[in-house]
């Protein structure tokens, strides 16, 4: 281990520590990241393992699980005294469109992208819009827009002023923090559990982030935006972590 390196469990905690955690959505990346790969279905038991060992209280889960049952996002099922949940159709619709964002190697590129802007303020933009104004937004949609200035081809530069609606700083601060603790965290010495756990919480603290704006090229955020070190991290820690972590949850999920 290097000097300066996070033992596991301080490393959990840090990352536990760098937002508050919501139980019901940690249990929602759990899922995706882990579950569904492995057919879908967990018992009660392995997700309560995952969530104890980020420190959260049994009440806690309990709680985040009755919620995500009551509001129809995963199903449970019994086996004698045991309980398995998997995804509902309606949180693996919700979930599966923002896989390829999580995990994808790049940022997106500036090609395809179209400046719109319309008379009045935005109204009905398409989903993927990026408003950039009152009156302007990017998007890649192609749909016609009525009674608007549309320009298209590749964009090479933005002024400061667009780049910080498309990167606000609140995002920006939340990369450079999640890169401090990232930068310290070391797949040597974690046991099973702890190498599943770091990946969960690593995973789920890119999500929050990444997800919360466009699928843009660096070039269209501000310069001290670190949000593409934070993705090179991430993957290089996944990798890292992976034999490990996958061992725990081969044999918890068989």
Do not use: N
């Not at 905690?13 to 919501?22: I, K, S, W």
């Not at 249990?27 to 393992?49: K, N, P, Q, Y």
């Not at 309980?83 to 896989?99: D, E, H, I, M, R």
């Not at 993927?128 to 298209?152: I, K, N, P």
Request: charged content about 25%.
């Amino acid at each position: 281990m290097t000097q300066g390196t996070l033992q596991s469990k301080q490393a959990i905690a840090r990352l536990v520590e760098l937002d508050r955690l919501r139980v019901w959505s940690v249990v929602i990346t759990i899922f995706g990241d882990a579950v569904v790969e492995r057919g879908g279905v967990v018992a009660s038991s392995t997700l309560a393992a995952l969530i104890a060992e980020m420190g959260i209280k049994p009440e806690a889960f309990r709680v985040a699980m009755s919620r995500l049952t009551k509001d129809g996002w995963v199903e449970r099922t019994k086996q004698g005294r045991l309980s398995f949940y998997q995804l509902s159709q309606k949180g693996a619709a919700v979930f599966g469109p923002a896989t390829e964002r999580i995990y994808a190697k790049a940022a997106g590129t500036a090609e395809g992208w179209r400046l719109v802007v319309v008379k009045g303020a935005v109204e009905d933009a398409p989903e993927d819009a990026v408003v950039l104004g009152g009156r302007a937004y990017l998007t890649q949609s192609v749909e016609e827009v009525g009674d608007a200035v549309v320009m298209s081809g590749t964009i090479e530069t933005l002024p400061d002023w667009a780049k910080t609606r498309i990167g606000p700083k609140e995002v920006g601060d939340g990369y450079l923090d999640l890169l401090a603790v990232l930068q310290d965290i070391s797949a040597e010495g974690a046991t099973p559990l702890e190498a599943a756990t770091l990946r969960c919480l690593i995973v789920h603290q890119w999500r929050r982030l990444v997800l919360r704006h466009g699928d843009l090229p660096l070039s269209f955020f501000p310069v001290d935006w670190r949000g593409e070190d934070c993705r090179a991290l991430v993957h290089h820690l996944l990798a890292d972590l992976a034999p490990a972590a996958d061992a725990w949850f081969d044999s918890e999920i068989p």
